[in-house]
């Protein structure tokens, strides 16, 4: 009984930073996943010769998903060449928001530039907004013309 007791009382101390620890990873892997996306839309601008356009959508399992305006690019994300999908990037269900400041898609010219948008993405953890760690584990993407994204 006094090891269950013990044992009860370690747990209820390690929870609080294994929530943290799993939201951290969560949000790493959310801008690995939107960095690698970025990197291959100008690879594939480049590689085809014709412009590639990495947009939110609101619907990633539709037959024909469509780019959905600006807004919470959790929801999803496609890569399009014209018509044709390349990528289509389903939802998260383990993250507290992408939120974009100045980029409603970006599109990506044949020589690899970002046709006119500029700005940055930011990552929310899953987890409430009055916690402590909320605004620590934030993080934000910029991304300059030229298609290369840094942290911010």
Do not use: H
């Amino acid at each position: 009984m006094i090891v269950i007791v013990i044992l009860g009382i370690v747990v209820a101390f390690a929870m609080p930073s294994f929530r943290k620890y799993v939201a951290a990873q969560a949000v790493r892997a959310q801008i690995g996943d939107l960095v690698g996306a970025i990197r291959l839309s100008r690879t594939e601008a480049i590689k085809r010769n014709r412009p590639v356009t990495l947009c939110r959508t609101t619907d990633p399992n539709a037959a024909a998903p469509t780019c959905a305006g600006s807004g919470n690019w959790a929801d999803g994300w496609l890569m399009l060449a014209g018509s044709e999908v390349i990528r289509v990037q389903q939802a998260y269900n383990n993250s507290g928001g992408i939120e974009p400041f100045g980029i409603a898609s970006l599109e990506f010219l044949p020589n690899g530039v970002v046709l006119g948008a500029t700005g940055s993405f930011r990552f929310r953890p899953d987890l409430p907004t009055q916690d402590s760690a909320y605004e620590e584990l934030s993080k934000r993407l910029c991304v300059a013309a030229s298609g290369v994204t840094n942290p911010c």
